[in-house]
């Protein structure tokens, strides 16, 4: 037997070494497919939305023909106490996995397509199950299946459906580029509409699929011709129905606007008729003014502002941020009986932000209706509107005061070296804030919850929702215990409050001793030493 030489070089060597480990490291490392299909099991054992949450977007995540059947077996029986949240969350990432979003990009099967057909014909005189349908409904417009879009059609064209199904079902086709959605459009907008929730819901559907599909075709400084340009002379058409509710003309201005990429939403159809004999922005001034709120301009029927109470609002403010929050409202004083802002007041954020909003209310439109709700940990309606008020003398002069009226406190013995300015309402909730103005009726905010969708807000609820916050949230209505996990607190990391803090659920972990870090006090931009518990 003959033995040949071998030579091993240390690259050689160390070549395998790092093959070995990685292979090792491999072995340690626990599959995310299975990984992701076990969380699902245990979902029964969780009581933190945001922990399902994370478990459904990472088995949307993985490949195999089992993703959609598990995926709307927990859609159809999901744990009692998130019953409607966990559904739309597993209807948004069943939709989001055939999207693209995200990076990802799968392909829906035979099987997978089938089991949407099913679900869809199953439950299309459900509204409770309308956001699903739209999503699942986009996920087979995207296979371009004649045969099944055809199925939709003609659940489009069903009068005994909800509005809010065929709305949902309308707004995905648009998005697939079928052919005979132009012809679908050309029937709808050709319907009669009444002043309506459900026909102003679907006249608007319409009139934004129209503009989303034509979009990519529109060609700037060229006529429109021919069929698409019919079916924009009746959409035009209708910004001159008085009998349409303001709020559905309005809503057509803004898809026009979108659709032509022009400066405004115009709301004359004679504009609009230029535009598409030249294909140009009239660029135009209509003359309408908004009133501003920080520089943003502001418009709306029924307005509801979100106004941040946590207690980080009361950190003063430096000579640069004044200048910074007074830039809005500097320039000409233009009516000398609205409300003009006495700087001398203005010492911390929410001094910044009352002042603002007193500025922005004298401006808006006298048959404007708002809402004030301010929100720390938990939401507060303002005293004066509890519901939505409508601007006159006298209803301005009740808000002012109610927003006048809110004072900080002084902080516990056990706040005070956090809360060196007072408290108002604590952390900084955008969660309970946003459920608070989505809630918003005409008497008052609806305590129950409102899932899927309830038409008397089409027409009575919020038409425009303003934020002002200094901060992220810390605080989401979603806490809870996650399986081999625990909620931990954790000191605040982006806040600009000293100690302000959030919930978090995390894996459980192995216990840290006793530490001291450095960091910058964001009141003096000194650096100090903390010492953190174990």
Known sequence: MKYLPVFVTTGALLCLALTLVSAQEKRQRPDPGKLARENVERIEESTSLRW?????????????????????????????????????????????????????QLQASESDTELLRKFIK???????????????????????????????????????CPAATRVGILEALSESDDDSMQRVLEIMLNEKYKDSAEDCVMLETAVWAAARAFKPKFSPGQELKGKWRKLFDKISDYLEDKKLHSRTRREIALALQHCFDTQDAYPWRMMWQQLFLTGKDPQSNTGKTFAKFMGMEIEGERIVFLIDASDSMLNPLSDEEKDAVRAPTTGDRGDDKLYEIDWSKVS?????????????????????????????????????????????????????ASIDAVKPTEPSAEQASTRPHGVLMGETNYYQAFLAAYRMGPRAVVDEAVEHYDLKFI?????????????????????????????????SHATKQPGEGYWLDVPAREPRPEREVEERDPETGEIVKRRIPG
């Open 459 to 491: 027409l009575g609820g919020a038409d425009s929702i303003v934020l002002l916050s200094d901060g992220v949230p810390n605080r989401d209505g979603f806490s809870g215990k996650a399986p081999l996990g625990s909620i931990v607190y954790s000191e």
């Open 52 to 104: 399902n949450a994370e478990v459904v977007e990472s088995l949307a995540l993985c490949e195999g023909e089992d993703v959609v059947p598990k995926l709307l077996e927990l859609y159809e029986k999901p744990p009692e106490y998130c019953v409607a949240s966990l559904r739309y969350i597993v209807a948004t990432q069943l939709r989001m996995r055939f999207s693209g979003v995200g990076g990802r």
């Open 122 to 160: 199953r439950n299309r005189c459900n509204p409770e199950h309308a956001w699903a349908i739209h999503c699942f409904a986009g996920v087979l417009a995207q296979q371009h299946d004649s045969q099944v879009n055809l199925e939709l059609y003609e659940i489009l064209g069903d009068d005994d």
């Open 348 to 400: 911390n954020r929410f001094d910044a932000a009352r002042e603002h909003l007193k500025w922005t209310l004298a401006r808006l439109p006298a048959n404007t209706k708002v809402s004030v709700v301010l929100f720390g940990s938990d939401v507060q309606v303002l005293g004066a509107t509890p519901t939505f008020v409508e601007l006159k003398r006298n209803s301005l002069s009740r808000i002012y």
